[in-house]
């Protein structure tokens, strides 16, 4: 299971941290991500963290987000600062391997609005 929380509604130019806390997996096992979906549009993966710490993003949140994994607390951390309107999204966290067929969270959504 993966339980997402830390959305809300945002400024503009502000930042929001997400946090994700893993259970039923080995969570050393995997790559963990981070996606979003915004209305109207498909998931798309945001940010991913393997289980050495090394971190990827999408050119959309490159040098805005920072995203983390602390093993002891199986948690993932996401972190995006310089909202923008369009980060406005559901955002979920998974293995960066996960598709439509897999089990998803409920998400925690983001708002950025003046």
């Known amino acids: 299971q993966f339980v997402e929380s830390g959305g809300g509604l945002a400024a503009p130019g502000g930042s929001v941290s997400l946090s994700c806390v893993m259970s039923?997996?080995?969570?050393?096992?995997?790559?963990m991500a981070w996606y979003r979906q915004a209305p109207g549009k498909q998931r798309e993966l945001v940010a991913s963290?393997?289980?050495?710490?090394?971190?990827t993003y999408a050119a959309s949140v490159q040098g805005r987000a920072t995203v983390g994994r602390d093993h002891s607390v199986k948690t993932v951390y996401l972190r995006v600062s310089d909202l923008k309107p369009e980060d406005t999204a559901v955002y979920y966290c998974?293995?960066?391997?996960?598709?439509?067929?897999?089990?998803w969270g409920p998400g925690t959504e983001v708002t950025v609005s003046s």
């Open positions: 039923g997996i080995i969570f050393t096992d995997y790559t």
């Open positions: 998974n293995t960066d391997m996960a598709d439509e067929h897999s089990y």
């Open positions: 963290v393997t289980n050495r710490g090394k971190t």
